[in-house]
């Protein structure tokens, strides 16, 4: 709909995706056919549903090894839980999604960031999102969230984990639109770039946060492109998550000067306290 700039799915068309899917992920095995037309089907509505074509991977590498359409096809334990990330982004999907830029909006605007029991006394995350920011330490993420990682999770965790709060905090303001993120962890891109999650170490725990920030991609219609930046670069959020908000007053007065912007409410606050 080029008047509304939207792609949208039918109402039908939802409900056969979703009785398809649910069929599927109480199965263990079926045919490379039968995988083939699900796969297609999925990949089609994919364009509407954001974050399907990434889980599509786990999905579509449990036929790989067969070469016949009669032959049988098992479907692992990631695949069944791209199966049910599908179910439930269907039953929240919306039916449409908006029709946005080319380009994202800058990572400059949007940037995340983690320390670990390592790097300070006060491990945490901190989050800068267009003028707007959070910081939070490890206990204190404990306290408001249910599914927190441990204080001496990888760093790697946390650091999805910040990406995942953003999106929850954030998410109403960031609806509708394309936005670059800036991480400075290189396993927290490959894994949003990729959409899958590689190795032994905190699989399980990120996988699930994963699945819950393209779960709030779809219902809340907005995008993530991950854009690495080093971590001498990604000063906002690094001075948030570290709560060293002196450090973090300096930085927020270069970037209102580069973005030439008046001061903001969230300025006016650290001047005060």
């Given amino acids: ?119 300070t006394e006060v491990p945490g995350i901190g989050i800068f999102v267009d003028g707007g920011f959070c910081g939070l330490t490890a206990q204190q993420c404990q306290q408001l969230f249910a599914d927190a990682p441990a204080v001496a999770a990888p760093i790697q965790l946390w650091e999805l984990y910040a990406v995942l709060v953003m999106a929850r905090l954030y998410g109403s303001y960031l609806r509708g639109q394309y936005w670059q993120l800036g991480v400075d962890n290189s396993n927290v891109y490959a894994w949003l770039s990729t959409g899958t999650v590689k190795g032994e170490v905190c699989y399980e725990r990120a996988l699930q946060y994963l699945l819950q920030l393209f779960t709030l991609q779809v219902q809340l219609d907005f995008r993530l492109q991950p854009f690495w930046i080093s971590s001498s670069t990604n000063v906002l959020a690094d001075a948030a998550s570290r709560q060293e908000w002196g450090a973090f007053r300096a930085a927020l007065r270069g970037w209102l000067r580069r973005q030439r912007r008046g001061p903001v409410p969230a300025l006016a606050f650290l001047q005060r306290s």
């Avoid at 409900?15 to 095995?29: D, G, H, P």
Wanted: charged residues 20%; hydrophobic residues 35%.
């Fill in 1 to 119: 709909d080029t008047c509304r700039m939207q792609l949208r799915l039918s109402a039908s068309r939802v409900a056969q995706l979703q009785q398809l899917v649910q069929q599927f992920s109480t199965e263990r095995s079926c045919t490379k056919r039968q995988l083939d037309s699900l796969v297609g089907k999925l990949q089609w509505a994919s364009d509407v549903v954001y974050g399907g074509p990434l889980l599509l991977n786990y999905i579509r590498r449990c036929g790989g090894s067969c070469s016949k359409p009669h032959h049988k096809v098992y479907l692992r334990h990631e695949a069944r839980l791209a199966l049910q990330w599908w179910h439930a982004a269907l039953q929240q999907f919306n039916g449409y999604r908006s029709i946005q830029g080319c380009q994202p909006r800058p990572w400059q605007l949007l940037s995340t960031d983690a320390r670990g029991v390592w790097d």
